[in-house]
């Protein structure tokens, strides 16, 4: 099983392997000015940890590749060589690191502005900012606590490369084991009260084994259920359409059984009261038999005779089926060996199946 902090350690020394490269890479990097605030902080650099380190990250930042310098984001005069009051502290504009509590509004203020990003991208969203306050974590931070998740704890500091880019935090084969950092470590959780277990679920589940063993992008991942900036538990009504994004067919027939009512009488959440939450398993003929894999007995007694039976009719038919299936295989298989065309029995017995 993958140790989600252990992956972010992996991570993070790979970033760090990369510094050797960057004093020459940070002055060929396109649209990358050397000033007063790089020749500064390289040299502060020089007695920090690679991980402390600002000035080798910067040529990957995807703000650097477009031109962006540090005074763009934190203010200051860097032109103002060998002067550090009037680069930093004289300087009106100056704004230098931002808190936690400042921090969304610190990055909203270029990426909430619809007329700056549509320069850099048409079709770039601005209202994250505003999402993020609708999220678990704005709520909290609101309210004071900022242990919560904010900007930088996702896409990084001072080295942030595009969504798309296989070496961001959010990319979709990185981003379970982004959220892991803190949702699976069970002492830094503990005063929010929830479980920790979700990383190591979803790993062992149909979408992680998807995800992580065939490196399928179209498995769902932690931001496709719980929304990105605006981050939330589902709730218990609206997981059948989380589930239905993918799941379009499924969706529809359970909307339209019987059990959609009962289960929403019950308050039980729909989809995930049959194939669980993080833990998904592929799903299989057993689920509804009548003993300790059958997952009407969720909610079912054992002894609902009446229950029991449906069950055992819908597994039935289902048996009979692969029965009929298989005899059909062979059947084609002999045509085949006879030298008959089987193009079209093919297709037919695929579609059984």
Same mark, same amino acid.
């Given at each position: ?77 860097? /032109? ?25 509004? =610190? ?14 991208? +048409? ?19 609101? &309210? ?50 929830? +479980?920790?277990? &979700?990383?190591?679920?979803?790993? &062992?589940?149909?979408?992680?084994? *998807? ?114 299936? *298989? ?9 085949? &060996?006879?030298?008959?065309?089987? /193009?079209?029995?093919? =297709? ?6």
């Amino acid at each position: 099983m993958t140790n989600p902090v252990r992956v972010a350690r992996a991570l993070v020394a790979v970033m760090a392997s990369l510094a050797l490269l960057a004093p020459a890479a940070l002055l060929a990097a396109p649209g990358v000015q050397e000033d007063a605030c790089l020749i500064c902080h390289r040299e502060l650099d020089e007695d920090l940890d690679p991980a402390e380190q600002v000035t080798h990250r910067i040529a990957a930042d995807v703000h650097f590749q477009r031109g962006l310098g540090c005074a763009d984001c934190h203010g200051g005069d860097p /032109t103002a060589q060998d002067d550090e009051d009037a680069a930093m502290w004289d300087a009106p504009d100056f704004r230098g690191a931002p808190t936690r509590q400042d921090l969304p509004g =610190f990055c909203g203020r270029c990426h909430s502005d619809p007329a700056y990003m549509r320069v850099f991208d +048409p079709g770039e969203q601005t209202d994250q900012e505003s999402q993020y306050y609708t999220s678990r974590h704005g709520e909290l931070l609101r &309210q004071g606590e900022d242990r919560v998740a904010v900007c930088t704890d996702c896409h990084g500091v001072h080295g942030i490369v595009e969504v798309s880019d296989p070496r961001a935090s959010v990319y979709p084969l990185n981003l379970p084991a982004t959220c892991a950092r803190c949702h699976a470590d069970a002492q830094y959780m503990a005063d929010f009260r929830i +479980p920790t277990n &979700q990383f190591a679920e979803y790993e &062992q589940s149909v979408h992680g084994v *998807a995800l992580f063993e065939r490196h399928d992008l179209g498995a769902p991942v932690c931001n496709d259920c719980h929304g990105n900036h605006g981050a939330a538990p589902p709730g218990v009504e609206s997981i059948a359409h989380v589930c239905g994004n993918c799941h379009v067919n499924n969706e529809e027939l359970f909307r339209d059984s019987h059990l959609k009512e009962v289960f929403v009488r019950e308050g039980i959440a729909l989809c995930i009261g049959c194939h669980n939450v993080h833990d998904i398993a592929k799903p299989t003929d057993e689920l509804l038999a009548w003993d300790h894999e059958g997952v009407c007995l969720n909610c079912h007694d054992v002894a609902d005779r009446a229950a029991r039976d449906m069950a055992g009719t819908f597994y039935g038919i289902i048996d009979s089926l692969k029965t009929e299936i *298989a005899a059909a295989d062979s059947l084609v298989e002999l045509a085949e &060996q006879k030298g008959m065309e089987i /193009t079209e029995l093919l =297709f037919a017995t695929e579609d059984a199946h």
